[in-house]
């Protein structure tokens, strides 16, 4: 970033906007716990996991905001103390938290990719960097959890930390938590999330009599295995965990990939 002052704070005309919440985490505090720019650094000089460049007040909404260096990416924070929290969601799918659970209840801190990460597209290596930073601040005082806003999820802490170390660290895609699956009421199953890093999302339909529970295992197979391999352009014949035929069917226009069983 061109005029980068080491930790200097200054004042910042120009910074994330709210299109790019999408691309964001939100870290929800109990009220009036939200950590400042010290807390992170702090953090920063204890764990030794990233870096605090840029720090300052953003002149539009008077939210204070930090710029986070990981791995060689920039992400931005907005919200933190004492300027004003930022918005968060009202509702989304829980994972690791009582049903009672009120995000609105809490304040919101916002951490995303900086502008110049965003702007070709998002891939996966920076999400999964994101989520990793996100993972990393799981540790702040009174965090109550983490929500992965393209999907939204919303998780405990210790959920969302564990599911993305285990990905970095070469196990499954957290599909429960960097997605969700909602069941439909034809019986099918909708991914929500999937397309950040797909660009599709999923929809699988069950078999006749199929139990929804063995439905939700396949599908969270299949999230991870479009995560790795990327979108799919045209129609593909893949052999399912238990050796039944699936077919999997782009709908390029709206964004769907179908599953089914059967072949080409």
């Known amino acids: 970033m061109s005029g980068m002052r080491g930790l200097d704070t200054i004042a910042l005309e120009h910074r994330p906007a709210e299109s790019r919440i999408d691309h964001a985490v939100l870290l929800l505090f109990a009220p009036g ?4 720019v010290q807390a992170l650094r702090d953090l920063s000089r204890a764990e030794g ?8 007040v953003e002149s539009e909404d008077q939210r204070v905001w930090l710029e986070l260096l990981a791995n060689g990416l920039a992400f931005d924070m907005s919200g933190l103390a004492p300027g004003k929290p930022f ?6 799918h829980l ?5 009672g659970f009120d995000p609105a209840a809490c304040e919101a801190v916002v951490l995303r990719p900086g502008p110049h990460l965003t702007s070709g597209g998002m891939m996966v290596p920076i999400l999964r960097c994101l989520a990793w930073v996100a993972a990393q601040l799981s540790v702040l005082p009174q965090l109550r959890a983490i929500c992965w ?4 999820t919303i998780c405990a802490p210790d959920y969302f930390h564990g599911g993305v170390m285990r990905w970095i660290e070469g196990g499954a895609f957290p599909g429960l938590g960097l997605t969700a699956l909602v069941p439909q009421p034809d019986g099918s199953i909708v991914s929500e999330g999937l397309a950040l890093f797909t660009g599709q999302e999923l929809r699988l339909e069950l078999a006749a009599g199929e139990d929804p529970s063995d439905g939700a295992k396949l599908a969270l197979r299949l999230v991870h295995w479009l995560v790795e391999n990327g979108r799919i352009a045209s129609t593909q014949s893949l052999t399912g965990p238990s050796g039944e035929a699936l077919l999997l069917e782009p709908d390029i226009p709206r964004g769907i990939v179908r599953v089914r069983r059967g072949f080409r």
């Not at 716990?33 to 400042?36: F, G, I, M, Q």
């Open 87 to 92: 918005s968060q969601l009202s509702e989304g």
């Open 49 to 56: 996991q990233f870096a605090i460049t840029l720090d300052g």
């Open 95 to 99: 994972f690791g938290l009582d049903k």
């Open 33 to 36: 716990h939200r950590p400042d």
């Open 149 to 152: 806003q393209a999907a939204r």
